[in-house]
């Protein structure tokens, strides 16, 4: 018997800002480059690239582009992307001695 696979969208499951935000700290976590953008450009899909655009003052072309699998985002759009999301990064130390 043949096993049926559906596409998982997760940008259909982030509907509020604490989903979001786990689904980004999630990303945050791995400390993948390529992964958060990955994860930021399922949240802009989430949220809608033509009102993310607005929000931010960014083209949708440069959001599509920064967030695709070959992306690579500038500080100033991530941070403005962030921003837009509602979502804030923070900085805590590795280990006891901060330094680990």
């Known amino acids: 018997m043949a096993e049926n696979f559906t596409d998982f969208d997760p940008a259909e499951h982030l ?3 604490e989903a979001i935000a786990a689904f980004m700290a999630d990303a945050l976590e ?3 480059a390529r992964y958060i ?3 930021l450009g399922v949240i802009a899909r ?3 690239m033509t009102e ?6 960014l083209s949708r072309e ?3 582009r920064s967030f695709s699998e070959t992306g690579n985002p ?3 759009t991530l941070l403005a992307v962030m921003r837009a999301i509602g979502v ?3 900085a805590k130390p590795h280990g006891p001695s901060g330094r680990d």
């Open 52 to 57: 993310l655009a607005r929000e931010t003052g």
């Open 62 to 64: 440069q959001l599509y």
């Open 74 to 76: 500038t500080l100033k």
């Open 88 to 90: 804030d990064m923070t």
């Open 30 to 32: 791995t400390g993948d």
């Open 15 to 17: 509907d509020s800002n």
């Open 46 to 48: 989430a949220r809608g």
């Open 37 to 39: 953008a990955r994860s």
